[in-house]
């Protein structure tokens, strides 16, 4: 709820015309509860989780359309039941944990002060929360999802989101609700160490998901722009942590390539592109054609 109760007072008090942006803002949030704006993160989320896999579900159904080249497992082929199955599993998780989580987890946003008033954030304070935000949360990730690969993380809670060992669109929110709630914690610490607008947080939460739907896309186009963000994964990176399964030690970081590569938890990966590279060239020399599958190994390979 913004402290002014008409434009003319919110000009006064900015000492400024509002811009374009920040008159929108104030025309919608003006009569809004701050608890009201922050709960259209459900909305948004929804949203996102339905529609945003949706091209992805034509794409896997057109695959003899000339897609199936892009496939990284083309071996596997999901039937348009198996991805509804795992949409409404994910959404019997949104309507049971997340949209709850979110409507309870008001107060932490109020207490570390994410702020909806006036001034409106500049475009360059929003992309520099979010590359804070994408990068804490990476790191955090990266540490909780190495832990759930023991024995004991994997068998009780990490299993259900490595059902899918060929992961397609839907299944990127798909977990145990434990590991949902656990996840939250990443989410939440770089709003927490730089808070922001309200408006950065609704970018926040729906890019971070829309980057998790892209990296479980199941699919590596040639022409994706997210090729052009340095140390990013992407879809062939954790495509490849779900494919070795509960055995992978290799990919464990949510966003970017950095983690794995210091830790080093990406030689597996590292050496089974390096072995797909010299068959494609032995292919290429014997004048064969170069397709069939891409991985070929049933476990993470070693390099040591
Ligand atoms: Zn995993
Ligand atoms: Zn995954």
Not at 263 to 285: A, F, I, M, N
Request: charged share 15%; proline share 6%.
């Amino acid at each position: 709820m913004l402290p002014y109760s008409s434009l003319h007072e919110a000009t006064a008090a900015l000492g400024r015309n509002l811009t374009f942006a920040e008159t929108f803002w104030f025309n919608y949030s003006a009569n809004k509860s701050d608890y009201y704006l922050y709960c259209h993160n459900i909305l948004f989320l929804f949203v996102i989780f339905s529609f945003v896999p949706l091209p992805l579900v034509f794409v896997e159904l057109l695959r003899s359309a000339g897609f199936d080249k892009y496939k990284i497992q083309p071996k596997v082929k999901l039937s348009f039941s198996e991805m509804l199955k795992c949409y409404k599993d994910v959404m019997r998780m949104f309507f049971l944990i997340v949209g709850p989580l979110q409507l309870l987890s008001y107060p932490s946003i109020k207490m570390i002060g994410i702020r909806t008033g006036l001034p409106l954030p500049s475009g360059w304070e929003i992309f520099l929360q979010l590359l804070v935000y994408f990068t804490v949360e990476d790191y955090t990730n990266y540490w909780i999802h190495r832990f759930l690969h023991c024995k004991w993380g994997y068998e009780k809670i990490h299993r259900v989101h490595h059902e899918y060992p060929a992961p397609i669109g839907f299944a990127a929110p798909y977990a145990h609700w434990a590991e949902i709630l656990i996840l939250g914690i990443p989410s939440f610490l770089g709003p927490a160490m730089v808070p922001g607008h309200m408006i950065t947080f609704w970018l926040w939460i729906a890019l971070r998901q829309i980057e998790a739907i892209e990296t479980h896309s199941g699919y590596d186009f040639p022409w994706n722009p997210t090729k052009y963000i340095p140390f990013y994964g992407g879809a062939d990176y954790h495509d490849y942590h779900h494919y070795v399964g509960e055995q992978s030690q290799s990919n464990f970081a949510s966003v970017f390539t950095y983690c794995d590569f210091i830790y080093g938890t990406d030689k597996g990966y590292r050496y089974q592109k390096k072995l797909l590279w010299k068959l494609k060239e032995g292919v290429k020399s014997g004048d064969e054609h170069n397709g069939g599958s891409y991985y070929a190994p049933t476990q993470d390979l070693k390099s040591d």
